[in-house]
């Protein structure tokens, strides 16, 4: 009896490899993405700029871990820190998993930068709906307010305003700005024409 052994066996170990690295690198990248600037700024208006511009000085934020099965994605206290961990390309799913319907990029790619007028969308936990507001680093460590498009507990999107500078810009969330804020990490974004 003859048996036909192939190459099945072969496909079968490279596809678990793959898959291996792809999920430690995406792993990686949440970690790397998690990190909290520490560094105080006061938040004043950009030159030229036809944003609203806040004036609460910002203390040190703190991290809020990633959901767990105690934690699930979604859940929002008021006294929960927002935390943002990821900028997706344009067109992904609310889930985050997938490929983006505008780009076609697989949606867990973390974006770097975005042209003027571009919307932005931005994964996270803790967002408050009726209270949270995104703001931008100046080139003189300011921050100016940026408008939103949308947000949910765990998503959000605004438009690249054409006025805020080309350069790298931190982008930071806060939740209650009128009353005791809470301030999110920081992601940086490189803003371009």
Not at 52 to 68: F, G, Y
Not at 79 to 103: D, K, M, Q, R
């Amino acid at each position: 009896m003859k048996t036909n052994k192939g190459f099945a066996p072969i496909v079968m170990v490279l596809i678990i490899i793959a898959v291996l690295v792809v999920g430690g690198g995406a792993y990686y990248i949440g970690i790397k993405n998690s990190s909290v600037s520490t560094k105080t700024t006061e938040m004043t208006p950009a030159p030229n700029s036809d944003s609203t511009a806040i004036s609460t000085p910002n203390p040190e934020p703190t991290l809020t871990p990633q959901p767990t099965a105690d934690s699930p994605v979604g859940t929002n206290t008021t006294s929960s820190v927002p935390n943002i961990y990821s900028i997706v390309p344009a067109g992904c799913p609310l889930s985050g998993s997938g490929f983006s319907s505008v780009t076609g990029e697989l949606c867990t790619n973390n974006r770097t930068s975005a042209k003027f007028g571009d919307t932005v969308y931005i994964y996270g936990v803790y967002l408050d709906p009726n209270d949270t507001i995104v703001t931008y680093s100046t080139i003189d460590n300011g921050r100016v307010l940026i408008p939103v498009i949308f947000i949910s507990s765990t998503f959000i999107s605004f438009v690249v305003p054409p006025n805020a500078g080309t350069g790298f810009h931190n982008i930071q969330i806060t939740k209650k700005p009128d009353e005791t804020p809470l301030f999110s990490n920081i992601l940086t974004l490189n803003f371009t024409n």
